[in-house]
Nanobody, 124 residues
């Protein structure tokens, strides 16, 4: 089992920044690709970003490139999501997730472990 706990969400004005953290425990963190997803009210959960097991490969949804960056620190068992130039449409619950195996993962079904989510609200 892998336990994931997100933190860092909150209320921010448009144009501001937030850094989300996801702390993992339970199994060897570096054995898992990590991902971030989000779900806005009334919408389906969508992919945000992913990092490979080492963090050497990362990928961000095309619509978010240039504003969002994913990174991980395997020594701290933590994955991060840096969000800059936030917009009201970024308002959502943000989830981190863990997927066994090599490479990066962009599909929700590839992730076997999920955190409870952290709310991000961007005011206009």
């Amino acid at each position: 089992q892998v336990q994931l706990v997100e933190s860092g969400g909150g209320l921010v004005q448009a144009g501001g920044s937030l850094r989300l953290s996801c702390a993992a425990s339970g199994r060897t963190f570096s054995n898992y690709a990590m991902g971030w997803f989000r779900q806005a009210p009334g919408k389906e959960r969508e992919f945000v970003a992913t990092a490979s097991r080492s963090g050497g490969s990362t990928y961000c949804a095309d619509s978010l490139k240039g504003r969002f960056t994913v990174s991980r620190d395997n020594a701290k068992n933590t994955v991060y999501l840096q969000m800059n130039s936030l917009k009201p449409e970024d308002t959502a619950v943000y989830y981190c997730a863990a997927a066994a195996g090599l490479g990066i993962r962009t599909r929700e079904y590839e992730y076997g472990y999920w955190g409870q989510g952290t709310q991000v609200t961007v005011s206009s």
